[in-house]
C-alpha cells in the first residue's frame, strides 16, 4: 500500500510468520486491528485470539528517519478471553475490534483494547504490563 501525495510517498507493507511457513493459519491467529502510538515507536497489533502484541521500534531505525522501519516484539498479553452473557444468552468472541493508544503523561504508555462487550485499560511500563 503507497501513501497518496507527491514524490515523497511513503510505502508500506507487512509480513509476519508465526510458526513454519507451510503451517496452516489458525483462525486465532489472524490480526484484527493495528495502532501506532502517538511517536511510531510503538505498534499493537490484535488477533481474533483475543491476544494484544506490542512491537518496538529498533533503535537504529529511530536514528535513521528514511530507513526501514523494522519492529520488534516487546510484549505480549492476552486481553479478551471468551464469554457467554446470560442475559443476552449469546457468546462473545475474544477477537480484538479495536486498539488506541492513550495520549503519554509520563513514562508509561496506556492502551485500551476493545471487543464487541469489554474495554480494557492495559498498563505498559518499560518490560512490565500490568491489566487494569
Known sequence: ?????????????????????????????????VEFNHSGELLATGDKGGRVVIFQQEQENKIQSHSRG???????????EPEF???????IEEKINKIRWLP???????????????GFSDLLLKNRIWQE
Not at 85 to 91: C, V
Not at 106 to 114: E, I, R
Open 1 to 33: 500500500m503507497a501513501g497518496a501525495g507527491g514524490g515523497n510517498d511513503i510505502q508500506w507493507c507487512f509480513s509476519q510468520v508465526k510458526g513454519a511457513v507451510d503451517d496452516d493459519v489458525a483462525e486465532a491467529d489472524i490480526i484484527s486491528t
Open 70 to 80: 523494522e519492529y520488534n516484539v516487546y510484549s505480549t498479553f492476552q486481553s479478551h
Open 104 to 118: 503519554q503523561k509520563n513514562a508509561a504508555q496506556f492502551l485500551l483494547s476493545t471487543n464487541v462487550q469489554d
Open 85 to 91: 452473557d446470560y442475559l443476552k444468552s449469546l457468546e
